[in-house]
C-alpha cells in the first residue's frame, strides 16, 4: 500500500513539469509527512490547469459516513475496475496525486526501517489516483485515492506493493484524458522498473506529530 508520502518543491518547478497553477489566492504548502485524512495536492480531469488540495481517503459520494474515507487511502489496480466505491471514478473521475517522495516500511524479522522512495530522473513524483465528491452535513468534501500495483523490480525487495506512478507527461494526460475502460485498464500496469531511488529514514516518520525536513535526511 502507499500510507504516507512527501510534499515538497516550488512553484516554478510544478509549472515547468506539469504546467499548473496554483488555486487563485493560495500559496504552496509543503507537507513532509501527508497522512490519509490529511489536505494534500492533486491535479484532477475536472481542473488540469489547476493544482488543488483534497482529502486524502476516498469518500463516495453516496456514502452515508464521511469517516469511511479513512478506509479507502488505495485502491488496488487489480479491482478498482469493480469495486463500488472505485467503479465509477476510474472511469470518469482521475487525478494526478503530486509529491516528491512516499514513505515505506521495509520488514527485517520484528523489525520496520522507513525508506523515502522517489524518481531517480530528479522529477517530481506523480501518482495515479481518482477522486470523488461528497456532500452532507453542510459540508462538500473533494476526496481522493491513490493507486497501487504490484511491486516493480526496486520494490520488490521493500513491499509487495507500490503507487501507480506515472513517470511522464504521455503517461500523465492519458490517466486525466482516457474513457475508454479498455484503454484505461491498459494504464493500470506495474511501473517500469529502475525509475526510483531510495535510501532508509529515521523511525520519526512513524508518527504524524513529526513534520519536518529532518524526515528526508537519509540515516547510515
Known amino acids: 500500500m502507499c500510507g504516507r508520502y512527501s510534499f515538497s518543491t516550488t512553484k516554478a518547478k510544478i509549472k515547468v513539469q506539469l504546467d499548473v497553477q496554483l488555486e487563485s489566492g493560495t500559496e504552496l504548502i509543503h507537507n513532509y509527512n501527508i497522512a490519509p485524512t490529511q489536505q494534500a495536492y492533486v491535479i484532477s480531469d475536472l481542473a488540469p490547469g489547476i493544482l488543488q488540495r483534497f482529502q486524502w481517503g476516498l469518500i463516495p459520494s453516496w456514502s452515508k459516513d464521511p469517516k469511511m474515507g479513512s478506509k479507502l487511502i488505495n485502491a488496488r489496480a487489480e479491482t478498482v475496475l469493480e469495486k463500488p466505491s472505485f467503479r465509477?471514478?476510474?472511469?470518469?473521475?482521475?487525478?494526478?496525486?503530486?509529491?516528491?517522495?512516499?514513505?515505506?516500511?521495509?520488514?527485517?524479522?520484528?523489525?520496520?526501517?522507513?525508506?523515502?522512495?522517489?524518481?531517480?530522473?530528479?522529477q517530481l513524483l506523480v501518482m495515479g489516483g481518482i477522486w470523488d465528491t461528497w456532500?452532507?452535513?453542510?459540508?462538500?468534501?473533494?476526496?481522493?485515492?491513490?493507486?497501487?500495483?504490484?511491486?516493480?523490480?526496486?520494490?520488490?525487495?521493500?513491499?509487495?506493493?507500490?503507487?501507480?506512478?506515472?513517470?511522464?507527461?504521455?503517461?500523465?494526460?492519458?490517466?486525466?484524458?482516457?474513457?475508454?475502460?479498455?484503454?484505461?485498464?491498459?494504464?493500470?500496469?506495474?511501473?517500469?522498473?529502475?525509475?526510483?531511488?531510495?535510501?532508509?529514514?529515521?523511525?520519526?516518520?512513524?508518527s504524524v506529530r513529526n513534520n519536518g525536513e529532518e524526515l528526508h535526511d537519509t540515516i547510515r
Open 135 to 206: 456532500q452532507g452535513d453542510g459540508k462538500v468534501i473533494h476526496s481522493f485515492s491513490i493507486i497501487t500495483t504490484a511491486p516493480n523490480q526496486e520494490m520488490r525487495p521493500i513491499h509487495d506493493r507500490m503507487p501507480l506512478v506515472l513517470p511522464n507527461r504521455d503517461s500523465q494526460k492519458s490517466w486525466l484524458e482516457e474513457r475508454n475502460p479498455a484503454a484505461i485498464a491498459e494504464l493500470l500496469h506495474t511501473p517500469e522498473d529502475w525509475i526510483l531511488d531510495m535510501y532508509p529514514v529515521s523511525t520519526a516518520v512513524n
Open 88 to 122: 465509477l471514478p476510474i472511469r470518469q473521475q482521475r487525478c494526478l496525486v503530486v509529491a516528491d517522495s512516499f514513505y515505506e516500511w521495509q520488514k527485517e524479522g520484528r523489525a520496520k526501517t522507513p525508506f523515502r522512495i522517489f524518481p531517480s530522473n530528479g
